[in-house]
């Protein structure tokens, strides 16, 4: 494979299919906004099947479709820190510290408002509902996501009992193997295409378990098994996994479904609340 992903395809051109072809002229003319799709995404966008990407992903010696984005992303343009140039606010190393804080603040604002903006009330009073009724919650997430999953358990478990966080992905497969459809989990995967999440999640749509999944792709793999999908703004790139932008949408997410819970039974959540509040204020100096 050539040193550049993109000379790599140029090399290749000739021997593709038609539908590779059809493919690779979409990377080529959108070569940053690919970096953001799902697979699923672009294949809609190219008018061809998954398959095809996968197939075109390993003829350029590449993994899969992750590892594709992300040599794509190398390819394109990247900070001296190995951010992607084409990021809204890009920080560079000739950055001041001051300069550095209104680039993160303009970055986090703006996941924030496209994150309210695809806001939706019917899947937000969904998941809400479907929290309130649950017996048990079950908190998943895995890599960057697992600290989002880790963050409402601590949130949720402030008013209710009955959230549960598990981190490793053997244990999640166990536990919902063992779950109904009186439980619920809420899944959190920016992506929303990993394999593990997808296990999981495939024994969850046998057991009849109701799945949240918060996701920035609501046509991703993971999509397909959830009950209600739940949007997050923030166009992350693959150099730019796990960042903080795409966590603040996120923790937007879980607030709205905190306080929407909590609506449901205020007494019970405020003396809940109450009770947790007191239990921490002993351990403070």
């Known amino acids: 494979m050539a040193d550049n992903i993109l000379d790599s395809i140029t090399e290749q051109y000739h021997s593709l299919t038609k539908s590779g072809k059809k493919l690779a002229d979409y990377v080529f003319s959108h070569t940053a906004e690919t970096q953001y799709l799902s697979i699923t995404s672009l294949a809609e966008n190219c008018d061809v099947s998954e398959a095809t990407i996968t197939r075109f992903c390993r003829g350029l010696g590449l993994s899969g479709y992750n590892a594709f984005k992300l040599a794509l992303a190398q390819a394109d343009r990247t900070t001296d820190l190995g951010d992607s140039g084409n990021s809204a606010e890009p920080v560079s190393s000739e950055d001041s510290i001051a300069t550095i804080a209104a680039k993160v603040h303009a970055a986090n604002i703006i996941s924030l408002n496209e994150s309210y903006e695809l806001f939706d009330e019917k899947t937000m009073t969904q998941a809400v509902s479907i929290l309130s009724k649950a017996r048990r919650i079950y908190c998943f997430g895995q890599g960057g996501s697992m600290v989002m999953a880790m963050e409402a358990w601590a949130r949720f478990s ?5 959230f549960i966080h598990i981190s490793d992905s053997h244990m999640q497969a166990s536990a919902v193997s063992l779950a109904d459809s009186k439980d619920a989990i809420l899944f959190f995967s920016y992506s929303g295409s990993t394999k593990d999440m997808c296990d999981t999640l495939s024994i969850a749509s046998q057991r009849g378990v109701p799945v949240i999944l918060v996701t920035h792709f ?18 992350e790139s693959p150099l730019q996994s796990g960042s903080v932008a795409a966590k603040v949408g996120q923790l937007f997410l879980i607030d709205c479904m905190f306080y929407g819970f909590c609506c449901h039974k205020p007494e019970a959540r405020s003396a809940a609340r109450s009770a947790t509040a007191h239990a921490i204020a002993n351990k403070l100096l």
């Open 218 to 235: 609501p046509k991703s793999t993971g999509a397909e098994f959830a009950t209600v999908v739940l949007q997050c703004g923030c166009n």
């Open 158 to 162: 402030t008013a209710a009992p009955n």
